[in-house]
């Protein structure tokens, strides 16, 4: 067993970490300088974004060629030594699996196009239907139809991504044989994690039927589908699961609690955990990414106590983060950017940290990152922000209006460089980044070293992970759960009478709750705290400060 309980797995996005060689994106090499940093924090495992061959239309998610690195991030040399400082430091790799789609660069794209047989049979590729209309109805992830032109050819191909990422078509062996080799040749290199891609759509439902234009409906014809959990299982044991010590997660787009528990419980030999999103659409207007609004803070407790309670009765494994290269920073979703950043980001962090499964750090995330504060369009790269922000004018929301939209949800958010000083370039090149920073003189590591509590708060929370066993393996129960302001959980383990008892104030005003009877009148020892606060007598209620986060053994 790999202590899956114990591990805390951070992410880099190597274009924005550190840029050693001044092109203005980031390196492996960069990386590598940047080894003391995490090895500071004591992480277990580092995921990283695609640095495969890519022409980057989706910043590395359409790979191009599978076994190489891309030069604008480094060489095969650098990554082995990257692979081999990293197990000096005890710190796992994990690699970003992309084979839902590949680029259309890619030679076996090329190859489909040049009319070669075997190679056709790689893709989805469908004539128009009689009356000339497109093969079906289906929409893109990034906006528009998921059909484009196949060459010169009578034919389209399926594109649930950009045009340029053609979806691989899992139904045929050859495919599947292709991807487990790509994965077997990493293993070799001494990669021992894996994170899988949009991995449940890759079963389509062969017919590739029209929808009802009902976009959840939609989705059921490709999402978490029953083929998915016999091509995971076969994955696992062709490639990965021959490894007793690797650590696998699935992004899992729109999935179910009941397919999460079979995609990660470990007697069906499929992964070791999942990403599911629920929790970050809550800010979400009628389910719609592209709106501006304030999260709702009911339904992400009802959310986080639905699958942190089920997944642990069905014994599946969650991934708990609240970042990634894909969100906006969740201290600007979720917290406060102005005098209680530093306060409701350790709060943030205690909700997930303290829960069952395994956290993930996004970088930037243990100083306190916040979006950027960029005023034109020009500013953001992202072909899905910028194809939102034409679609929302197409719908006749003012310009003005489309941007703020864009501005609160853009995945450049987060994929702004990372502040490691704060000079004009934040500390990442000498050159004009690749994107800009804009609060590096407020946020960096530098002085958050010096002076900021974040980072420490940080380390506390990896230590508790990796020696409190009611937090590695305990069981999860929620309560309060109808308060207005605080998200509260108990850990406890079957064989033991001591429990772990979590508190998040997730609002600037302090606010008093009844505590169960079960626990009142008990004394009380503080595990981890965000203020200054000994150890309390429990009596009735127990008051909470902004933002506080309070962890108590009992
Ligand atoms: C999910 C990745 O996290 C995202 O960045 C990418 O655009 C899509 N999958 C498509 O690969």
């Not at 350790?346 to 909700?351: G, H, K, Q």
């Not at 508790?464 to 109808?482: A, P």
């Not at 020892?525 to 150890?535: G, R």
Request: proline fraction near 4%; charged fraction near 25%; hydrophobic fraction near 35%.
């Amino acid at each position: 067993m790999n202590n899956l309980g114990q591990k805390v797995i951070y992410q880099i996005y190597p274009k924005s970490f550190y840029d050693s060689n001044n092109d203005g994106i980031g390196d492996l090499p960069g990386i590598i300088q940047k080894l003391d940093y995490i090895k500071k924090l004591n992480v277990d495992m580092i995921w990283f974004n695609p640095f495969f061959v890519s022409p980057q239309h989706d910043n590395g998610y359409d790979i191009a060629n599978y076994y190489e690195i891309d030069s604008r991030f480094g060489t095969m040399a650098d990554f082995e030594e990257l692979v081999a400082k990293l197990k000096e430091i005890n710190v796992g790799v994990m690699l970003d699996m992309v084979f839902n789609h590949c680029s259309t660069d890619h030679e076996w794209f090329q190859k489909a196009l040049a009319g070669d047989e075997k190679y056709r049979k790689f893709f989805y590729l469908r004539k128009a239907k009689p009356d000339g209309s497109l093969p079906n109805n289906w929409q893109s992830k990034f906006g528009g139809s998921a059909w484009a032109k196949f060459g010169d050819t009578d034919y389209y191909y399926l594109h649930l991504y950009d045009p340029t990422q053609a979806d691989l078509d899992w139904h045929n062996p050859e495919v599947r044989k292709e991807i487990y080799r790509v994965i077997n040749f990493w293993r070799q290199k001494g990669v021992h994690g894996f994170r899988f891609d949009v991995i449940n759509v890759t079963g389509k439902d062969e017919r590739l039927i029209d929808s009802t234009g009902d976009i959840a409906q939609e989705k059921s014809l490709y999402t978490d589908t029953p083929i998915v959990h016999q091509y995971l299982k076969e994955m696992n044991q062709a490639s990965f699961g021959q490894d007793p010590n690797s650590i696998t997660v699935g992004e899992m787009s729109s999935t179910t609690i009941a397919n999460s528990i079979k995609y990660s419980n470990p007697n069906e030999h499929e992964l070791s955990m999942v990403f599911n999103f629920h929790h970050l659409k809550v800010d979400y207007q009628n389910g719609e990414k592209w709106t501006k609004a304030p999260f709702d803070f009911m339904k992400l407790k009802q959310l986080f106590t639905q699958w942190q309670e089920e997944m642990d009765q069905g014994a599946g494994w969650n991934a708990l983060f609240w970042n990634n290269h894909d969100q906006p920073w969740a201290l600007s979703r979720f917290g406060d950017t102005g005098i209680y950043r530093e306060k409701s980001a350790e709060m943030l962090a205690t909700t997930i940290h303290l829960m069952r499964g395994t956290p993930y750090i996004y970088m930037g995330e243990e100083i306190g990152m916040i979006d950027p504060d960029y005023s034109s369009i020009d500013s953001y790269i992202d072909v899905e922000c910028k194809n939102a922000f034409k679609e929302l004018q197409q719908k006749g929301i003012s310009e003005k209006q489309a941007f703020d939209i864009v501005k609160s949800k853009s995945r450049d958010n987060s994929r702004v460089p990372m502040h490691w000083d704060s000079s004009q370039y934040a500390g990442f090149s000498s050159v004009t980044p690749w994107l800009m920073p804009t609060d590096q003189d407020q946020i960096n590591v530098k002085d958050e070293l010096a002076h900021g509590e974040i980072f420490n708060y940080y380390q506390n929370l990896i230590k508790l992970r990796h020696n409190e066993e009611l937090i590695s393996d305990g069981h999860i129960r929620m309560f309060l759960k109808d308060d207005p302001q605080v998200l509260a959980y108990e850990r406890f383990l079957d064989d033991q009478p001591s429990k772990l008892l979590v508190f998040n104030n997730f609002y600037g005003q302090s606010h008093t709750v009844t505590l169960p009877k079960a626990f009142q009148k008990q004394a009380a020892q503080v595990v981890i705290s965000n203020y200054d606060q000994q150890d309390i007598n429990l009596q009735e209620t127990l008051t909470l400060r902004p933002y506080e986060a309070l962890a108590i053994k009992i």
